[in-house]
């Protein structure tokens, strides 16, 4: 038995919630084609990057536009359509606006994940890193559709906790927080160790690594934390799991943003240091090397005005000899 707000209460708050952050999300991808194509030529530019990234917000725009027609249509053209009033209406999983924004969720989840193994596939270098990584995301797919597909065949009367759904839906959503927190971690381990490494020889290497490892473990345990909740209250059978999956979509955009932006002005920091510790070192000898040159010659004169001119040649050799006193 359903608990907790009323559906059509959730249906709004849901739209509203996601509508907010939605907005977070599309100021932080302004941000995010900014940081990628500002001042950098055409070759420069990290294609497959800008496409993943254009593409989830396309997806959550999808999303959007459809929970804004399912609820105009749950509290305004279809409203006295059901005995029970809007509640009924949004109950029906068998909607098509139901069963597309879900779809919208399923593929941008598959983005995300698949981004994140990807990550962690590059930054490792090996394959046999992200084999179980590729598992999950193979089975949060299978669930994903499977779970899209028994909702499409669902009754007029069946809701979402009808045990057939309710399967998939908990091992989709079980896969999903898996798949994040396992590469994620790797992610960020393996960032972590060689940042040790190099810690030793350049001192800056701490300062410009730690803010990746922070924010990649931010934008996980941010996106992990909402697939857990959406769990927790689906598994309890709480009406409020539908207005939790709702903000995941702008939610995944967000936790990729932040981390493309971060990487973007890390690099830009790692440039500026390199850039003055380039321009400064050279300047420091030749300054030295200018300041030490003169003495040779302040030396010379002194030694050749008061004292008597040496007869020798081994003595007119000395008088010679200063510019390689320092």
């Not at 084999?131 to 559709?145: E, Y």
Request: aromatic share 10%; net charge positive; glycine share 6%.
């Amino acid at each position: 038995m359903a608990s907790g707000i009323p559906l059509d209460a959730g249906a709004l708050m849901s739209t509203v919630l996601e509508g907010i952050l939605y907005g977070l999300s599309i100021l932080l991808f302004i941000g995010t084609i900014w940081s990628l194509t500002y001042k950098r030529h055409k070759q420069d530019i990290n294609l497959p990057i800008l496409i993943v990234a254009v593409l989830l917000l396309i997806l959550s725009t999808a999303h959007m536009v459809v929970n804004i027609v399912r609820v105009e249509d749950g509290l305004v053209t279809n409203r006295y359509e059901y005995p029970d009033g809007p509640s009924e209406y949004f109950a029906d999983v068998s909607q098509k606006t139901y069963v597309i924004k879900h779809l919208f969720y399923v593929m941008q989840t598959l983005l995300a994940d698949g981004v994140v193994i990807y990550r962690c596939y590059v930054v490792w270098q090996s394959v046999w890193i992200v084999v179980l990584p590729i598992i999950l995301w193979c089975s949060v797919a299978v669930t994903g559709l499977i779970a899209i597909y028994s909702v499409s065949q669902a009754s007029t009367g069946d809701g979402i906790f009808v045990k057939a759904l309710a399967q998939w839906v908990t091992a989709f959503f079980a896969s999903t927080i898996a798949t994040n927190l396992l590469s994620s971690g790797l992610l960020a381990y393996r960032i972590w160790i060689i940042q040790r490494g190099v810690s030793g020889v350049h001192n800056t290497s701490r300062n410009t690594v730690m803010p990746i490892v922070r924010v990649l473990v931010d934008a996980a345990i941010l996106y992990s934390a909402a697939l857990l909740t959406a769990l927790i209250l689906f598994v309890s059978g709480n009406n409020g799991q539908d207005a939790v999956v709702d903000m995941a979509m702008p939610i995944m955009s967000i936790a990729f943003y932040m981390v493309l932006i971060r990487i973007a002005l890390n690099k830009k920091q790692h440039s500026y240091v390199s850039t003055q510790t380039s321009i400064s070192i050279p300047r420091r000898p030749e300054r030295a090397q200018q300041q030490y040159a003169m003495r040779p010659l302040q030396v010379h004169v002194s030694k050749f005005t008061h004292q008597e001119r040496p007869s020798s040649s081994k003595d007119s050799m000395k008088g010679t000899s200063p510019p390689y006193d320092v």
